[in-house]
Each structure stands twice: as C-alpha cells, then as structure tokens.
T-cell receptor, first 114, second 111 residues
C-alpha cells in the first residue's frame, strides 16, 4: 500500500507570495491532518479534515487554509507568505477522524521563504 | 502550546546500550503515542498506550505510563545505529481528538 504522498518536497517562495501544498493520503484513509514543524515551535497542528469537512483547526492566522476533496486528497494554502512561514509542512492520514488515531505521515514539504 | 515535554532534549549512547526517554504532560489524556522521525523525513508511529494501561511492549520498545505523575517513558533496548532519530511523544488531551506533540528527544547511537 502506498504511503502518504506530499508534493512538492521542496519549495522556495518570496514574501507576499502564496503557496499551495498537496497531500494524498493512504488509500482508504478518510482523515487528513496538517502540521507545521519548525526548530523553535516544534510540531504544531494546523487543521484536520474528514469527509471534505474541517473538523478541527489549530491556532494559526486566516492566511492558512485548507480543503479536502471527495477522494480524500487534501491541499493547504498559505497566502501573503511571511519569513516565519518557513517550515516543514507535514500531512498525516488516518482511517477515521478523532479518537486519537495513530497518524501516518508523509515526508513533508519543506517551504523556504526568501 | 506544547502539551508534552520530552527529556532529555538529546541523548548520545553506544550501540547495544539501552536508551530511555521521558515525556511529561499537563492535562488528563485519552492516550499517549510515541513517534520517531529520521532526519528530513516524516514521523513514524511507534506505539500507542491508552490512559488505562500502564505498560506496553513492541519489539525492542517498552513504554510505561503513569497518569498520576502525568508522565511516560520510552525504553529502547539494545540500541542500534539505525535507531538514531528524534523521538516525540504526542498526547490526546481528554475532551479533544487531535494530537499535541512535544519538542522531541534527539537520540544518537554510535557504532
């Protein structure tokens, strides 16, 4: 079974631009969560989607948004990029949402803001 | 904000030795999970222990949970160079359904 796939693996953007990251979950998994990982703040939860609905959202500004499609694939978008948005963005999937399910992670998209 | 805090922040041992990492958390939890992250890769789920369990084993891994002290430990026995990675604990606070991660312990196992 293929794992969680995130594209692209690396991205370089400049301040003020916007970016879209993509995540394909493990086949059959309907829940997708996004995390931001930085050396200073560690792993921080961004959002969780299940059946195309956002179930939970972390404490991030409205510039961070996401969506989930009917095939469970998910995208997250960051608008008006800031230097502090440089991070590894990780996507994780699980069979169902909630209940503290073990998460299956992709290898992430490393976003660098110049 | 971080729910779990791992200790130590970094640990360096020789192959064959045991490695012990600790995690403390602040609020009541549904379960606690441990993950491993190799450099530049995503996290890999290692083990889940529920709030009503005290100890769990998986291969060379042993996890304990003490809810009265709000702490957990991960023991890796007979460490190998391939165990070199960062290890994170993640909790699901009671009343919530999403994971909250600590900042991790960096383990270096030298041949």
């Amino acid at each position: 079974k293929a794992g969680v796939t995130q594209t692209p693996r690396y991205l370089i953007k400049t301040r003020g631009q916007q970016v879209t990251l993509s995540c394909s979950p493990i086949s059959g998994h309907r829940s997708v969560s996004w995390y931001q990982q930085t050396p200073g703040q560690g792993l921080q939860f961004l959002f969780e989607y299940f059946s195309e609905t956002q179930r939970n959202k972390g404490n991030f500004p409205g510039r961070f948004s996401g969506r989930q499609f009917s095939n469970s694939r998910s995208e997250m978008n960051v608008s008006t990029l800031e230097l502090g948005d440089s991070a590894l963005y990780l996507c994780a999937s699980s069979l169902v949402a909630g209940e503290g399910q073990p998460q299956h992670f992709g290898d992430g998209t490393r976003l660098s803001i110049l | 904000s971080q729910q779990g805090e791992e200790d130590p922040q970094a640990l360096s041992i020789q192959e064959g030795e045991n490695a012990t990492m600790n995690c403390s958390y602040k609020t009541s939890i549904n379960n606690l999970q441990w993950y491993r992250q190799n450099s530049g890769r995503g996290l890999v789920h290692l083990i889940l222990i529920r709030s009503n369990e005290r100890e769990k084993h998986s291969g060379r891994l042993r996890v304990t949970l003490d809810t009265s002290k709000k702490s957990s430990s991960l023991l890796i026995t007979a460490s190998r160079a391939a165990d070199t990675a960062s290890y994170f604990c993640a909790t699901v606070p009671s009343g919530y359904s999403t994971l909250t991660f600590g900042k991790g312990t960096m383990l270096l196992v030298s041949p």
